[in-house]
Structures are given as C-alpha cells and as structure tokens.
C-alpha cells in the first residue's frame, strides 16, 4: 500500500508506545514530525508500508536506480537488484529460461549502452526481458516485435513514435556511493508537469509548452525544474506572477513519471500479468546471430556463477600455453574443414591453393587481403597453397563461431584464470597504482618476449589467435603482475581433447 508523504501525518501514533524497552532515544511520532518537513526536498513523494506481501517463486532480476530506487521492496522483495544496465551487464547476470530480466535505468554517457543482440540473445535462450521507464522503455520500444515487453506512459510514448529522442529519459546522477542520486531531471517529467499544471490551470497552453520549449533547448544534464522555471521569467515566458505560482505547484504537486512506470512494472510482474508475458508465436525471431555477439558471451558471460569467462580462460591458453599456435591452426583449419566439407589438410591446402582467379600467392592476397596474417619470411619460404592454408586457418579461427563456444575450455585454464583475477583483487586495494591497466604495452611486449623466447610482432600474436598487437597488450595486461610475481605459468592446451 502506498499513500501520499501529505497525509501521512498519522504514521508514527498507530505505534506512538511500542518504542519502550528498545534502542530508541524518542517516540517513533516525534521522528516522524522531524523528518516530514525535509521529504519533499529530497524528493520523497510517498512512504510505503510493505509488510504481508506476497512473494514470486520465478527468479526476477532487476536494474532500478536512480529511477525505482526502493520500489522492488514492495512488490518483489526476492528481487536480485543491480545497478543501471550497461553493454554486457544482462550477459553477466545468472540468468536461464524461465528468469525474468527487468531493465529500468542503463548507462550510456560514461560507458556502452545495453546492446539489443545481447537482449536478444537472452530472449532466444527462454529470458523474459521487460522493461520501462528510461533505458528500459526505450530498449523495449525497439524490440517489442521480437518479444521484449514494456509497460508505462514512456514506454508507449516510444512505441508509438511519440518520443523519438533518447534524452527524453537522459539525467545525469551520481555514482553507487551516492545512491545514484540524479542531479538532473528528465525531460519526460518535465513534460509531464508541464501537462499536469496545464490540466489544472496553473499554466496555460502557450506557457506549458514554452516551458518543455525551453527545456528542450538545453543539454540533458543542464535540465532542473527550478532552474527552467527562473529561465523562462527571464526570457518571458512565464510572467513573475506565473513563475512564483509554478514554484509552489512543483513543490506541493510531485510527480515522477520515471519512477511511475516503474512502479507499474514492477506491480506487473509480482501479478504476472499477461502484459509482461514471455515471447509467443506471435513475435518475430532473429535468423541466428553474428559472431560479435558470441564474443560478448565470451567476454561478458561467467562460464559458471561467479566463476571467470570464457575469454579469461581461452586467453590463459593462448598466452601462457606453449602450443598455443598450433592449438589455434587446428581449430582455424577445422573450421575451415567443416566450412568447406572437406576432411583433410591435404584437401584443404588444394583447396586454397586454388583460391581466386589464378593459383598464385599474390593473386589470392590481393583478391583476399590474406597477407595480413602471415610474415615476410612465411611470404617468401612457403609455397602458395601453404600460404594460403596458414592464412585462412589464422583468420578463420578469429571468426569461427569455435571461439565462443564450441570447444571445451580445460579446466586448470579456468582455475588459473580465476586465480589471477583473485590475485588482481586483492592488489587494486593494497597498491591501487599498481593495477594493470597502468601498465605500459612497451612493458607488456618485454615480458612476453622473455617468456616466448621470441619478439612479440604482430605475426606472432596472429599464431596465438590475436587480431592485432593491441588486442594481445589488452589481453595479457591483467595477466602480468601475476606472472612477475610468481614466475610464468606452465600450462599445455589439450586441444585434441
């Protein structure tokens, strides 16, 4: 139940002498009449009494704040709450078919936003993913013909084209220590207020919509009602009388358009209603995937709970194994095998001896780029269909779909893995500047060369299944204080497993 902070002036006499015999220095009504004058100015609108609900079976995960902040309590108290979604988060989550993904505020300034594919690819694998309100109204807008359900005034003014810009639902707010606190109010509200004091007669048509004029003129972070209110005095807009009038009604009418839609969801989804219903025949599918998309569940997906992922383990094999480029020539050359619907090396090498219009090196490398992935001293030792076979093996395993998921990943790889990120734990909290995304690629490639017994060019990293030098620097970074500190790790891939 929830009722509003104004006429909740009774709250505390209901249990004005149950306070005796415990911790508290004053009766329950006397904090009551202390806090009640301060709540609207920390945007609180209404207290909720959330005892005796009703409790899901069905695991719900949910992005709330700074939208919903508490609001998961009331309805879905065995919700498992996590920050604003960004890129790889829905990927990172625990989630199997029958779970239910529910996206209400997602980051996309200071990092990636939630990609569609990787809602989609939860959705194919059995996901409920629902959303509202702000990144949530908008992803669901966006893929409501493939099965992502949406609930609330933002949401359906997305759907129907109604709001087109993604700054409708922009603020800027603070960090996880601050409680994602918003320092900036959302369009969408502001437009809300806007109609409501229309409604009311507090403004009037030309002044309602001078006033979402002039928010709109602003960046997003820029956008605070008071400070839209004392602008649109100054510029005309609202003459001194309206403007004062405004300020009171902002004050004493409250309203969150946000923070309503996420209400309405979560209410929906402790109900289960049908608007928040899985994905039925009626939704479109996507016809497969593309390779991106396996990687980010390489990168993103742990390969068990709370365990690393595939990618930490499969760079664990290619940096530290010894036969690490020939474990990456099997798996490019099965591929290609499979692709090919040939059985043998042999036949692959006439195969790609074969390839374009003439059966010579330089004809295939310009017609194909292949040179890329092979050196000056392969180019002028190895005969054509060699050159080619190398080439295409080192170019398809960085694309093979093998990468993401179709062979094992052995299990000391992932207990290394696991150890070195233990390791890098614990050195981010005893020498914060010695984290190794500090570590310079000049550092990098001096270790590497040491322990490979080899220069470390770019060639050498295509035999490890690396796409360029970057990629290897970016991979083996989190991997080096870790092996300086206790020695190169010994381990062999057991790729014909």
Excluded at 27 to 33: D, G, K, L, S, V
Excluded at 48 to 61: A, C, F, M, R, S
Excluded at 362 to 383: C, F, I, M, R, V
């Amino acid at each position: 139940m929830t009722t509003d902070v104004r006429s909740r002036s009774a709250l505390a006499g209901r249990h004005a002498d149950c306070y005796r015999a415990t911790s508290r220095l004053v009766a329950p009504h006397e904090t009551w009449a202390r806090i009640q004058p301060l709540l609207t100015r920390a945007g609180i609108t209404r207290i909720v009494d959330h005892t005796g609900l009703d409790e899901l079976g069905i695991p719900v995960y949910a992005a709330v704040r700074p939208s919903a902040r508490c609001l998961h309590y009331q309805w879905l108290p065995n919700a498992e709450v996590h920050p604003p979604v960004s890129h790889g988060d829905p990927l990172r989550i625990d989630v199997v078919e029958g779970d239910t993904l529910a996206i209400i505020d997602g980051l996309f300034f200071q990092s990636s936003a939630v990609r569609h594919k990787e809602l989609l690819y939860l959705i194919e694998r059995g996901v409920r993913v629902v959303g509202a309100s702000s990144m949530g109204a908008l992803r669901a807008a966006e893929l409501n013909r493939f099965g992502m359900r949406g609930i609330g005034q933002v949401y359906e003014a997305y759907a129907a084209g109604t709001l087109i810009a993604d700054d409708e639902v922009a603020v800027v707010h603070g960090d996880a220590d601050e409680g994602w606190i918003s320092y900036s109010d959302p369009l969408v509200n502001l437009r809300a207020a806007a109609e409501r004091a229309e409604l009311d007669g507090t403004l009037n048509a030309v002044e309602a919509a001078g006033f979402v004029a002039t928010a709109r003129s602003l960046h997003f972070g820029r956008r605070r009602a008071r400070d839209l209110v004392r602008l649109c005095e100054r510029s005309g807009v609202f003459t001194s009388r309206t403007a004062e009038r405004f300020r009171e009604w902002l004050i004493t009418e409250p309203w969150n358009a946000k923070q309503e839609d996420a209400r309405q969801l979560l209410n929906a989804l402790s109900l289960d209603t049908w608007i928040v219903r899985p994905r039925d025949n009626n939704d479109w599918r996507p016809e497969g995937f593309p390779q991106l998309v396996y990687d980010w569940v390489a990168d993103f997906q742990p390969l068990a709970p709370n365990s690393v992922t595939r990618r930490q383990a499969l760079n664990v094999l290619q940096l530290f194994a010894s036969n690490a480029p020939e474990a990456v020539a099997h798996y490019g050359a099965a591929a290609l095998r499979s692709a090919w619907g040939v059985e043998s090396d042999v036949e692959l090498i006439d195969r790609c001896g074969s390839f374009g219009q003439q059966p010579t090196w330089d004809e295939n490398a310009k017609s194909a780029g292949l040179s890329h992935y092979l050196s000056p001293l392969e180019q002028a030792t190895l005969g054509s269909g060699e050159l080619v076979a190398r080439a295409l093996a080192r170019h398809t395993y960085r694309t093979a779909q093998a990468i993401a998921g179709d062979f094992p990943i052995q299990q000391d790889a992932i207990e290394l893995a696991a150890e070195v990120s233990v390791y890098n734990e614990r050195l981010a909290t005893t020498a914060p500047n010695a984290r190794p995304e500090y570590i310079a690629s000049i550092t990098v490639l001096h270790h590497f060369k040491s322990w490979w017994g080899t220069d470390v060019t770019r060639y050498e990293v295509l035999r490890r299944g690396f796409a360029s030098l970057d990629e290897f620097v970016a991979a083996a970074r989190p991997y080096l204080p870790y092996a300086v500190s206790k020695g190169m790790p010994t381990i062999r891939w057991d790729y014909r497993q």
